[in-house]
């Protein structure tokens, strides 16, 4: 009787068997990446409201407590440097855009080196974003410049680079 049998029927239970293991090995790497993915974009949150918090800290301080401006602003500038580096575009550039508008900020005396300095942050983003798995971190040196050092590159428009997406 065994003579007569297929080979689909005398190797159907080492099939079934391949195929379980299988199915168990792509379920626990999709389990994975899924729970991977999840714990980035946990980071990545958290990442981002401690830098917000840590800013409106600094913000309320210098409000509420002026004669603790030394500290305020210390908080303001270290969130600020956090901010860039794991904010979204669209956050700084607002932020840029609205300190640029109230102050009016002059040309720097020194783009050429604010330019290049702009490029170690650009890489810092780059690889923090990379890190996190986060797409488009590229942020222009038309808005680096003005957020960290009060000044604007020549002939930079700001408004329609961040207007851009």
């Not at 714990?39 to 210098?62: I, S």
């Not at 080196?113 to 170690?120: G, K, S």
């Amino acid at each position: 009787m065994d003579e007569k049998k297929t080979w689909f029927e005398r190797h159907l239970a080492l099939m079934v068997a391949l195929v379980g293991i299988v199915s168990g090995l792509l379920s626990a790497t999709l389990t994975n990446h899924l729970a991977r993915n999840r714990d980035l974009e946990k980071t990545q949150v958290e990442m981002r409201q401690e830098a917000y918090q840590a800013f409106l800290d600094g913000q309320t301080m210098l409000r509420r407590e002026p004669q603790k401006e030394v500290e305020a602003n210390r908080r303001i500038y270290s969130a600020k440097f956090n901010i860039l580096v794991i904010g979204p575009r669209s956050v700084i550039c607002s932020m840029t855009s609205y300190w640029n508008h109230v102050e009016k900020y002059p040309v720097c005396p020194d783009f050429k080196a604010r330019r290049r300095d702009a490029a170690i942050y650009q890489e810092m983003r780059r690889a923090t974003f990379t890190s996190l798995n986060i797409p488009d971190p590229d942020l222009d040196a038309v808005v680096i410049v003005p957020y960290l050092w009060n000044c604007v590159l020549p002939g930079a428009d700001l408004e329609r680079v961040c207007a851009t997406p």
